[in-house]
């Protein structure tokens, strides 16, 4: 199975819209009473959520990254002076 990185953004975003369609399905089937105007603040809050998790979480991925690359990149560089010095 393939690898792949944990996104948050699309697990809040998922869970928002989820929310939005139990409350929905909740409501048809008479189960309990959820007027209209609920439903589009929980689903914009829900997507504004998500971005802002998602964003944090970019900045946090490319904030690591950028760490382990400096760790890795200790060594001193190679030269090409070396091969001009030997004549």
């Not at 409350?23 to 603040?41: E, M």
Request: hydrophobic share 50%; with cysteine.
């Amino acid at each position: 199975m393939l690898k792949h990185e944990f996104q948050p953004g699309k697990l809040v975003a998922g869970l928002a819209l989820l929310a939005a369609g139990v409350a929905y399905a909740g409501d048809a089937t008479g189960a309990w009473r959820v007027p209209w105007f609920v439903l589009f603040p929980l689903v914009c809050g829900g997507l504004f959520l998500a971005a802002v998790v998602a964003a944090a979480g970019y900045g946090i991925r490319r904030r690591r990254s950028r760490s382990r690359a400096s760790r890795e990149n200790v060594g001193a560089p190679a030269s090409s002076s070396g091969s001009q010095a030997i004549k």
